[in-house]
Structures are given as C-alpha cells and as structure tokens.
C-alpha cells in the first residue's frame, strides 16, 4: 500500500514530443506528490509537485495532472529538449517521501 | 556553492569492513534524511532526523546500519560488516522546515550521493 507505481521504464521521443510518464499508488492518506529529476550522477531534484486537492499544476513546459478518484497522476514535458534527457521519479508523501521507480527519457534531435 | 555536500563520492569496500558516509546539509536546515538508491531504483527512505534527534528510522534495513547528526547539522550514515547487498548510491537531503508535511518550506534538496561498492 506504501508503493508508488511508475510507467513507462523508458522513454524515447523527438525533440518537441511530449513525454508523459505516469504514477498510480494505493494510499489515500499520501497528501503531496512531487516530481524529481535526476541527471547521471547527481541527486535528485524538484521538479514541480502538487497536492490533491488540484486537478492540475503547470510550471513552464512541467505539467502535472492528478486524477485523485483514480489514484493516478502524471507529467507531461511539453515541447521536450535534449536537455531534459534524464530520470524522472513521481514519488508521494505522508510521513515520508515514497519513489516511484523511475522513467528514463531520451530526447532526441 | 551551497548545497547539499557528501564524501566520499565513490567508496570501496571489502566484505565485513565498516564505512561511514558524510552529509553536509544546507546551513540552517532543520530536517536531514538518508535514502538508499540501488541501481535503477529510485531512492528508498532510510531514516530521517529533525535538528539532532533521529526521529524515523524505520527504513535502516538492519541494525548494522546507524545514523548520527549530533550537533544538529552534519550527519554521518555507519554501516557496520558491510555486506554486497549494501552496494547502492546513498543520498542525503535536507530542508529547511520541521517534518515531511509538503510545500515550498519542505523541499527536500538531495546531495550528490555516496557510491559504495563492497567486493
């Protein structure tokens, strides 16, 4: 009940797809769920997150949608870049922070 | 810069030795976690300290695992007999505010990590 459910594994797209990576988890008393990135050897970082009572969070080409009676939330990368090539996590809170298990994502030229 | 720093980057180990990992939190922050990331996985909590007290430790995967920030800042991660299931990147983040409750205060900034390989 304490798992976070992430898909797809990878990700390939062209540069300006939109990559969408998905989460679902059981909890219901989880009450915050962020988004993180990771490059190679580095730590994780913040991306953008949200709260269930919001249905949809925007922060520049970061979209987060959240479906709160389906347990499902996603993000979407609109106009992708080779930068944003790295790990993406969705992970979700109570007490403490739960990760999904992680999507990697390619940008191509 | 002023991030989250921890040492050694990379350590080698043989099977049965002790190593302790090092965490420099952001100055000022309250809180201070460990997670443990195993290859491909995302990082799994670990345990969790408010100032000086450890106040969630339920993640340490066994009692050979010990965790300190004494004074309230740095925090050293012990792991004692290490075996080869303990080979993962150990990540230390902190925050700024008290606990885990979600929000701008209680962004969680991860540190670099510290690879441990045991032979």
């Known amino acids: 009940q304490q798992q976070v459910k992430q898909s797809p594994q990878s990700l390939i797209v062209q540069k300006g797809g939109i990559p969408i990576i998905n989460c679902a988890y059981e909890n219901t008393a989880f009450d915050y769920f962020p988004w993180y990135q990771q490059f190679p050897g580095k730590g994780p970082a913040l991306l953008i997150a949200i709260r269930p009572d919001v249905s949809e969070k925007k922060e520049g080409r970061f979209t987060i949608s959240f479906n709160k009676s389906a347990k499902q939330f996603s993000l979407h990368i609109m106009d992708s870049q080779p930068g944003d090539s790295a790990t993406y996590f969705c992970?979700?809170?109570?007490?403490?922070?739960?990760f999904g298990t992680g999507t990697r994502l390619q940008v191509f030229p | 810069g002023a991030g989250v720093s921890q040492s050694p980057r990379y350590k080698v180990a043989k099977r049965g030795q002790d190593v302790a990992l090092r965490c420099d939190p952001i100055?000022?922050?309250?809180?201070l976690f460990w997670y443990q990331q195993a290859l491909g996985q995302g990082p799994e909590f670990l345990t969790y300290f408010q100032n000086e007290a450890q106040l969630d430790k339920s993640g340490l995967p066994s009692d050979r695992f010990f965790a300190e920030r004494p004074e309230g800042s740095v925090s050293t991660l012990k792991i004692q007999r290490t075996q080869q299931e303990d080979s993962a990147v150990y990540l230390c983040?902190?925050?700024?505010?008290?606990?885990?409750?979600?929000?701008?205060?209680?962004?969680?900034?991860f540190g670099p990590g510290t690879r441990l390989t045991v032979l």
């Open positions: 983040a902190s925050s700024l505010a008290q606990g885990v409750a979600g929000g701008p205060q209680d962004t969680q900034y």
């Open positions: 100055s000022g922050h309250v809180s």
């Open positions: 992970a979700a809170n109570t007490d403490k922070l739960i």
